[in-house]
């Protein structure tokens, strides 16, 4: 049936419903504005992507209201979230709430910065004689003093009149209405540092590749900025930025960690001005949303942000930067799944700009299309400055014996480097005590009650806890069950920070993982007391690999270099080479040349041996030659379809019928390079008391795949599952568990 009722609007609601959903209206309403509408018993936050005359609903409920004047989202994002919703074949309801500020997800107006009233000379007054102005104020004291006053200022406040001219508004209007003063209303811009900015001197490469991005300006092409680690790749970005700007355009710069932005805020407000603010986590919803509206209006002339800022609405855009595009931070790992990378990359397509991968050590994805010519690739082969890359050393563990998790030649370099005054950066990338917990006499294990995974040992607090679900338990060091003193096997930060303490007790120790770092407060405070010189020895997570300078670290040690080296993920062996080729990049980073001590049970592996030589390209190679051989991303392409419940075989039962349906879709649809496997449980089968199964869809052709995933995911949305199983399609997963 066809309803006729007038102004009908399809709106975008925030629910997990594969549609919009038809509303009415008397009014005139922009695509892009948000509303509130009833929805069930609640009244949800929607945005409003389309209007007709008719619809196919009997009964159309009426919008409740309309929360702004303006619309939320610009005709270019709205385009780019539909595609969004529609490639990772998310609700598009969802997929807008995740792009607005959290604001903006709340049934509120669009709050409205703060604007001042300034005075300053009218420019008339300008072009009048002096002698004339005085003619006019020769009667009246307080307007020739407050005139003069504006005059010396340039530009006066009301908290600056206030102060310097008590009472000074009867004077004020009459200078308004004289045309000798202007009132204007002026956005009220937040206090921001603004750092000297430095000089910077481009190398030739450098400026080869800074041209190649300018020239670019103002149509759509996709760099990648491969540099080694010390090469300037950031001063490259800014270079390409400042003449983006001065084309009257804006920029966005998308960094992994938020752990970057402080010292990259700074660099890039001293090369561009104040007017770069920042996005990310670590900021409250106000200071966040202050950043979008800046951005939006056009006083913002850059955005640097974490992973979500790549939808921010700028109001003209001319370059976007993706810094470490490698990082697997970039990919959304629950709710809407995105990849911020590829998503920049789209957009920058879609809004005719370009935009620029930068790594030291690309994905495998970017690589792919720089051999099918989608990417354009620019080098930096050479580290700026004296400072040439650390020396890498092998530490084979099967001829020294580790005593906490180091061994003596790391101990022996570790102190040499630390009476010289150097730094030291102790990586293993284990947070706690001990990973492993087990009484030898019994055979009982520290394992977590909710999932399929052991509890770490964390000393200091005398607890052993769940890295994956939060859980925590107090026990004693020995066994519950029988009493017996626990074994403890293997090594965390803890572990090594306290084995590295009784050996140097006179040096300045900093922990640095999310344990030690538990607020943004907190890591900023310690990354700057190791760029103060402070700290002698770091011990750290992955946290210190992250695109740091820190010019007084001459020694990188890699307590455990064989993670990933036998991974069942497939992803493994290039995430593992990723990260110690970054955190060996902090080493030298001066004049002196540094040192990295790789400690690794396995010292024959070739990729171990690669690792030695910085040789990122051969590595690639290799792992994509074996990624061909086994039809694996980026030569392929993969979704893995999730469910999850407290039920174990309604979790199962979920997937199986799935796996039927794609079966038959497949058969009906003739999607012959499609294929499907059969459900299994997830690696880690038990997360926080609820059982997960998981559901591989691979194929060689990627409109294939999603030809198939689009009515699946209808089909798998109509599935009359209990109300305890959830699903999720990931497209392009990171993670395989």
Request: charged share 20%; with cysteine.
């Given at each position: 049936?066809?309803?006729?009722i ?69 005709v ?19 997929v ?45 004291p ?13 530009k ?55 041209t190649?991005?300018?020239?670019s ?35 966005l ?40 509206w ?13 992973r ?53 050590t ?42 906490n ?136 997570t992955?946290?210190?690999t ?174 009359k ?17």
């Open positions: 049936m066809t309803t006729n007038g102004k009908i609007y399809q709106v975008a609601v925030p629910v997990p419903l594969r549609r919009c959903f038809d509303y009415s209206s008397d009014l005139d309403i922009a695509t892009g504005t948000r509303v509130l509408v009833p929805f069930g018993q609640r009244n949800l936050v929607g945005v409003v992507l389309s209007r007709s005359t008719t619809s196919s609903v009997d009964k159309i409920r009426p919008i409740g209201d309309v929360l702004d004047n303006g619309i939320a989202t610009s270019r994002i709205q385009a780019l979230l539909r595609w969004a919703s529609q490639y990772y074949h998310h609700p598009i309801g969802e807008i709430s995740a792009a607005l500020p959290v604001l903006l997800r709340q049934p509120l107006g669009m709050p409205t910065p703060k604007f001042i009233e300034m005075y300053s000379i009218s420019p008339s007054a300008t072009s009048v004689d002096a002698l004339e102005i005085a003619t006019q104020l020769r009667a009246a307080s307007q020739t003093k407050l005139f003069k006053l504006i005059q010396t200022q340039g006066l406040s009301v908290d600056q009149l206030n102060s310097s001219f008590p009472g000074w508004r009867p004077a004020m209007k009459q200078l308004v209405r004289k045309e000798l003063v202007i009132k204007e209303e002026l956005l009220q811009l937040p206090v921001v540092d603004q750092p000297a900015a430095a000089k910077v001197s481009l190398t030739e490469e450098q400026q080869h590749a800074a190649g991005i300018i020239n300006l103002g149509g759509f092409r996709s760099f990648v900025l491969q540099g080694i680690t010390g090469s300037g790749k950031t001063e490259v970005y800014l270079e390409a930025a400042k003449q983006c700007i001065a084309q009257g355009k804006q920029v710069f998308l960094v992994p960690e938020i752990s970057l932005t402080p010292q990259l805020v700074g660099r890039v407000r001293a090369q561009l001005g104040p007017s770069v603010y920042a996005m990310h986590s670590g900021m409250t919803d106000k200071e966040r949303y202050q950043s979008w800046m951005a939006k209006e056009g006083y913002a002339t850059a955005i640097l942000g974490t979500s800022a790549v939808f921010t609405w700028l109001k003209d855009p001319g370059l976007i930067v993706v810094d470490e595009e490698h990082d697997q931070s970039y990919k959304q790992q629950d709710g809407f799944r995105y990849h911020a990378r590829d998503l920049a990359i789209k957009r920058a397509s879609m809004e005719d700009i370009p935009v620029v991968l930068g790594s030291a690309p994905s495998l994805e970017s690589l792919h299309n720089i051999k099918n010519k989608r990417h354009v690739p620019l080098q930096l082969t050479h580290r700026v400055g004296k400072a040439k890359l650390p020396a890498i050393e092998i530490v084979d563990t099967t001829r020294y014996p580790l005593e998790g180091v061994s003596s030649p790391v101990l022996n370099e570790i102190g040499v480097a630390v009476e010289r005054g150097e730094q030291v950066i102790v990586y293993i990338n284990r947070r706690g005590y001990a990973p492993v917990v087990h009484c030898y006499e019994c055979g009982w294990q520290a394992a977590c009650q909710q999932c399929s995974a052991r509890l770490t040992y964390h000393h200091h607090r005398k607890q052993f806890r769940c890295h994956h679900c939060g859980y925590r338990e107090r026990l004693s060091e020995n066994c519950p069950q029988c009493d017996t003193p626990l074994y403890f096997a293997g090594a965390g930060t803890q572990r090594v920070e306290q084995a590295l303490l009784g050996k140097f007790p006179t040096a300045r120790f900093c922990r640095l993982d999310r344990d030690q770092a538990n607020t943004t407060r907190k890591l900023y405070q310690q990354l700057e007391a190791i760029q103060n010189r402070q700290v002698d020895i770091i011990v750290g992955q946290l210190i992250k695109g740091h300078d820190f010019p007084g670290v001459s020694l990188v040690c890699v307590i455990n270099a064989d993670q990933g080296l036998f991974s069942a993920d497939f992803r493994a062996p290039e995430f593992m080479f990723q990260q110690l080729l970054q955190v060996a990049g902090r080493a030298g980073r001066a004049e002196d040349n540094g040192k990295v001590l790789l400690q690794t049970a396995h010292p024959a592996n070739p990729y171990i041996r690669m690792l030695t030589k910085h040789d990122y390209p051969a590595f690639a190679q290799a792992n994509m030659e074996e990624r061909q051989h086994a039809g694996y991303p980026p030569v392929g392409y993969f979704a893995l379809l999730r469910s999850e419940s407290t039920d174990l075989h309604a979790a199962s039962n979920m997937l199986q019928n799935t796996a039927a349906i794609a079966s038959d879709l497949i058969r009906n649809h003739n999607l012959s390079h499609v294929e499907v496997f059969s459900p299994v449980p997830s690696p880690m089968e038990k997360l926080a008391g609820r059982f997960r199964m998981q559901l591989l869809v691979r194929s060689p052709v990627r409109k294939q795949l999603h030809e198939l995933l689009a009515p699946l995911a209808l089909e798998m949305e109509n599935q599952a209990p109300r305890s199983v959830r699903w999720s399609i990931d497209v392009d997963p990171i993670d395989m568990g």
